[in-house]
């Protein structure tokens, strides 16, 4: 009888601990229908002017895209510097003293699921943090009158940090390849670094992208950690950060 009851007991807490494996899934697929199109690819033009050894090269063009966070109802985005801004990339190649990049910004686009183009500008680069803010250009409103932006939904409590092994997911979406189709990403906290600047190590993440805990709440936004002004490993910026550095950008820009 006492085994029985103990069977009993196991199968019992077996089905429940299955069932509580599930909640967070049914809650991740719900926050990516809804929420979806809080991200988006941007697409910039840039020219660069490079310089080495006394030596001007000729002007080049670049188009890029990039994953970004839309974390405002006007549209305000932000996204990993690096993925917009080549500057990184070109003077690792180059390793010439003196060497520099000018990168000048000719377009900047939000490419929204449905296919309209949103015409922005870039607010601000911040290159110690990997951040780039980019806004919808309000004098073209009448090119994307229908739009409405999809912001991220409410950020975690600041005190709520995710502890190590907590699972995470991330909202992303694939290349125009594959018809940019929306997706989810599943990941685990590896570490969580207080200073001399709090980040999350969190692995299998996108930069761009955000990240939500197990009840769907905004974590941050994952970017490259900066060592030396180049990028090293990825990192996710807490929500507070960003929207701290957002607040800053809008007092600037007004």
């Given at each position: 009888m006492?085994?029985?009851?103990?069977?009993?007991?196991?199968?019992?807490?077996?089905?429940?601990?299955?069932?509580?494996?599930?909640?967070?899934?049914?809650?991740?697929?719900?926050?990516?229908k809804?929420?979806?199109?809080?991200?988006?690819?941007?697409?910039?033009?840039?020219?660069?002017?490079?310089?080495?050894?006394?030596?001007?090269?000729?002007?080049?063009?670049?188009?890029?895209?990039?994953l970004?966070?839309?974390?405002?109802?006007?549209?305000?985005?932000?996204?990993?510097?690096?993925?917009?801004?080549?500057t990184?990339n070109?003077?690792?190649?180059?390793?010439?003293?003196?060497?520099?990049?000018?990168?000048?910004?000719?377009?900047?686009?939000?490419?929204m699921?449905?296919?309209?183009?949103?015409?922005?500008?870039?607010?601000?680069?911040?290159?110690?943090?990997?951040?780039?803010?980019?806004?919808?250009?309000?004098?073209?409103?009448?090119?994307?009158?229908?739009v409405?932006?999809?912001?991220?939904?409410?950020?975690?409590?600041?005190?709520?940090?995710?502890?190590?092994?907590?699972?995470?997911?991330?909202?992303?979406?694939?290349?125009?390849?594959?018809?940019?189709?929306?997706?989810?990403?599943?990941?685990?906290?590896?570490?969580?670094?207080?200073?001399?600047?709090?980040?999350?190590?969190?692995?299998?993440?996108?930069?761009?992208?955000?990240?939500?805990?197990?009840?769907?709440?905004?974590?941050?936004?994952v970017?490259?950690?900066?060592?030396?002004?180049?990028?090293?490993?990825?990192?996710?910026?807490?929500?507070?950060?960003?929207?701290?550095?957002?607040?800053?950008?809008?007092?600037?820009?007004?």
């Amino acid at each position: 009888m006492k085994k029985l009851v103990l069977f009993t007991l196991a199968l019992f807490l077996g089905v429940s601990f299955q069932a509580l494996g599930k909640k967070p899934e049914i809650l991740w697929r719900k926050l990516l229908k809804e929420n979806a199109n809080c991200v988006t690819w941007v697409s910039v033009t840039v020219k660069l002017e490079i310089s080495a050894g006394g030596r001007s090269l000729p002007p080049q063009e670049q188009k890029l895209e990039a994953l970004g966070t839309i974390i405002a109802e006007d549209g305000l985005t932000v996204l990993s510097l690096n993925k917009v801004d080549p500057t990184a990339n070109i003077l690792s190649r180059i390793r010439t003293p003196g060497a520099s990049v000018n990168v000048n910004y000719t377009e900047v686009m939000l490419l929204m699921q449905d296919g309209t183009e949103v015409p922005a500008k870039l607010l601000l680069k911040d290159v110690d943090l990997d951040l780039a803010y980019v806004l919808p250009i309000k004098e073209r409103k009448d090119e994307y009158k229908e739009v409405i932006f999809s912001k991220v939904p409410s950020q975690a409590k600041q005190k709520a940090d995710p502890l190590i092994l907590d699972e995470v997911v991330s909202i992303g979406k694939l290349r125009q390849t594959l018809y940019r189709q929306s997706t989810l990403q599943r990941g685990w906290v590896n570490a969580v670094i207080q200073k001399p600047r709090k980040y999350f190590v969190i692995e299998n993440t996108s930069p761009g992208t955000p990240v939500f805990d197990q009840s769907g709440k905004w974590l941050g936004v994952v970017v490259y950690k900066m060592v030396g002004g180049r990028p090293s490993e990825i990192v996710t910026l807490p929500a507070s950060d960003v929207l701290e550095i957002a607040q800053q950008v809008r007092t600037r820009t007004q």
